[in-house]
């Protein structure tokens, strides 16, 4: 069975192939743990130490995740756990489920992810994932847009409180070390909601993640350059750490104002807020 999505720029995964794998793993981790306990056993009953041993030694802090006992009954389960973690962070990267989400989605599928709180790793668990999130797609692109709009500081007087201008300026957009020479970019998850929603709204395909603003702000940077333009998007960022986001098509700008106009109706007043309803982006 393969992953399969409406976007072509995302390669499909062989999702039979993988749970195969993953529980031929858990298998081997299954004989290993029993070999362990006989080899316990066996040293236990020769040279007679609590304190000391194979199971002393597997059971030692640092050992395994959550310091759980491996030959103890939760050892198998805190290695599955660690198996699957490893799993959906790797169909997370290599399925593109990351084009479908906004920011806020990923940062709550991470902590997912670390906290341990994901479902078993089976067909059933991926497909309903992958359903959910393409079914759901519109609103979470949506709200990257409404999540943008909340975090501009009105400090700045190219940012208006009501509506999206052709210009926006972000805080914390990267971050700077003089002694070092060293940039690291912070705020380009958003840049990534914005654009996935225009594309919507153009017709076009949701771009592949792996290629998205993180990806282009280095490779940018790297050549020694300190802005970057893409079809939708001027960015220029400076070393105090603010990023200067212009749009380049005025199109976009009214209709992600649209989507404002729809969750916040005060906001652009209502005449605006009543052409909102219309359905401004194509699915």
């Not at 004989?31 to 066996?42: F, G, P, T, V, W």
């Not at 906004?102 to 089976?122: A, G, V, W, Y």
């Not at 690291?184 to 076009?204: E, P, T, W």
């Not at 970057?228 to 070393?239: A, G, H, I, P, S």
Request: hydrophobic share 35%; aromatic share 10%.
């Amino acid at each position: 069975m393969d992953i399969e999505t409406p976007n072509a720029l995302i390669p499909s995964l062989k999702i039979d192939s993988l749970i195969a794998n993953r529980n031929k793993a858990l298998a081997l981790v299954a004989q290993a743990q029993k070999l362990l306990l006989e080899a316990e056993s066996i040293a236990q009953a020769t040279f007679p130490n609590p304190h000391r041993g194979i199971a002393s030694f597997f059971s030692r802090r640092g050992y395994t995740y959550a310091s759980a006992d491996f030959l103890g009954d939760k050892g198998l389960k805190a290695v599955e756990k660690e198996v699957d973690a490893a799993g959906w962070e790797y169909l997370l990267e290599q399925s593109g489920l990351k084009s479908f989400m906004n920011n806020k989605r990923r940062e709550d599928f991470q902590k997912s992810i670390h906290d341990r709180t994901f479902p078993p790793l089976c067909v059933d668990a991926i497909m309903g994932t992958i359903t959910e999130l393409h079914e759901h797609r519109g609103d979470m692109m949506e709200d990257g847009v409404v999540e943008i709009y909340r975090s501009l500081s009105w400090d700045y007087k190219t940012n208006s409180p009501q509506q999206f201008g052709a210009k926006i300026i972000l805080n914390r957009f990267c971050e700077y070390w003089k002694e070092t020479r060293h940039m690291r970019f912070v705020g380009y998850n958003g840049l990534d909601d914005l654009i996935r929603v225009m594309c919507m709204l153009d017709g076009k395909p949701e771009p592949d993640h792996r290629n998205g603003m993180h990806f282009q702000l280095e490779t940018a940077h790297q050549a020694g350059a300190n802005e970057l333009e893409n079809d939708y998007l001027k960015v220029r960022w400076y070393r105090k750490g603010s990023g200067h986001v212009t749009f380049r098509d005025q199109r976009m700008v009214d209709q992600m104002n649209r989507i404002i106009a729809r969750r916040f109706p005060n906001v652009l007043g209502a005449d605006r807020a009543e052409h909102a309803e219309e359905k401004c982006y194509a699915q």
